[in-house]
């Protein structure tokens, strides 16, 4: 029989990554998305139509997860095996200057839909997005068993979800889960995220279209991976037998200025030539360093991450490239078939 999904955050960089996974091994999938203006759709938009597939798997609803009576209805009525649970306001800088609205989406969102799984009751296997940013001032390597020392709002509401879906689980008896991933990037990141920003002014700057990058603090230590393993690691969290928690990452960590000297060589440039130094861009409270250990992925999930920061950065740095190039978005391939539905 085929399984159902219900995946919040469809139309973020994991989000559309995951539909993308989860429609290849057959799934009917099932997005959230809020009510808005304009449409945020693009990075979904290739998987609207599948000449070869006769029926569509991708329903799209209205929801948010500031509306728990509406996800609880929704629930009811798609009855999925598994809840993916991506949606957040997921900037770190932005968690500063809008700390409420993050507390109310990433952490207390989180809540409203473990809730409305447990009313509607729901028989599904529940995945939540945590963060490495939980660890905060935590040294690393960090690993399941690192106390969390969170130096952000976005942190914060990271953790208050983390043990939120870990109380449903022994409470209610619920499969739930916690992925925490370490910093994991792509073509489809957001352009206000450090590393996007990088790869895409190296284009701009390569094609002459800009001359500078202005950046924060690039002693800063991330441990970056490719987000499509990532995914995978999502998934498999959900196909064991028994709900525990994990964390995937790379097991190396790169600064700002690593990953900056990697984007610009790529392209034959000198990042020293170009970069700035911007204070606006530094928080209030800084994260020195975050470096996962992802044994325990390995052994139980036999999950890694192959794709390290060096090669993360060409892929990104080439696709900006090549975007720069020609219209659309180059780095889409995957077509599927999608629908909206109320």
Sequence with gaps: MKKVALVTGITGQDGSYLAELLLAKGYEVHGLIRRASTFNTTRIEHIYQDPHCPDTRLFLHYGDLCDGGRLAMLLSKINPDEVYNLAAQSHVRVSFEEPEYTGTTTGVGSVRLLEAVRLAGVSCRYYQASSSEMFGASPPPQNELTPFYPRSPY????????WI??????AYGMFAVNGILFNHESPRRGETFVTRKIARS???????????????????????GYAPEYVEGMWRMLQVDEPDDYVLATGQGYSVADFAGFAFEHAGLNWQDYVRFDEGYVRPTEVDSLIGDPTKAHQLLDWKADVRAPELAAIMVDADI?????????????????????
Excluded: H, Q
Excluded at 165 to 170: A, D, G, S, V, W
């Design 202 to 224: 190296v284009a701009r700057i390569k094609a002459g279209l800009e001359s500078e990058l202005f950046l924060g603090n690039l002693d800063a230590v991330r441990d970056w």
């Design 165 to 170: 879906t870990r109380n449903y689980r022994e």
């Design 322 to 342: 090549e975007a720069l190039g020609c219209s659309g978005t180059p780095w889409i391939d995957k077509p599927a078939l999608m629908s909206w539905a109320s």
């Design 155 to 162: 942190g914060v509401a990271k953790v208050y979800s983390y």
